[in-house]
C-alpha cells in the first residue's frame, strides 16, 4: 500500500515549485504527476491522424515521490504518513501527528 495515492492532496517540500499544492493525478511507482506541479514545454510534432496541432504545449512532468508530502488540511500543513492495521486486517493510513485517518 503506498502511502500516498491519485486523489490526494500533497505539498511541495523541495524543488522549484516548493510550497506549492496541488492533487495527485498519476501515481508512476516512485514517481507522481501532480496537477500544475512541475509543468514543463514540450515541443511536438504535428499528428494529423490524431488531429494535433504541433508546438508548444505545457503540462506536468513526474516529480519523486520524496519530494512531497501529504496535505493535512486540519493543520494546514504537510505531514508524514504511518499505518494502522485494524482487527480485521485492513490496512488504514493515518497521519503520525494526530493520529488520524487519511480521508482518501
Same mark, same amino acid.
Given at each position: ?16 515549485d516548493k510550497g506549492k ?5 498519476r501515481v508512476l511507482g ?12 514540450? @515541443? ?10 504541433? /508546438?508548444?504545449? &505545457? *503540462?506536468? %512532468?513526474?516529480? @519523486? ?10 493543520? /494546514?500543513?504537510? &505531514? *508524514?504518513? %504511518? ?9 488504514l493510513r493515518v497521519f503520525?501527528?494526530?493520529? &488520524?485517518?487519511?480521508?482518501?
Open positions: 500500500m503506498n502511502r500516498i495515492r491519485k486523489g490526494d492532496q500533497v505539498i511541495v517540500t523541495t524543488g522549484k499544492k496541488g492533487e495527485v493525478v516512485e514517481k507522481l504527476v501532480v496537477s500544475n506541479i512541475n509543468v514543463v514545454k514540450r @515541443h511536438t510534432k504535428p499528428n494529423p491522424q490524431a488531429g494535433q496541432p504541433g /508546438g508548444v504545449v &505545457e *503540462r506536468e %512532468a513526474p516529480i @519523486h515521490i520524496s519530494n512531497v508530502m501529504l496535505f493535512n488540511p486540519a493543520t /494546514g500543513k504537510g &505531514e *508524514r504518513v %504511518a499505518f494502522k492495521v485494524l482487527e480485521d486486517g485492513r490496512k503520525r501527528s494526530s493520529g &488520524e485517518a487519511v480521508d482518501a
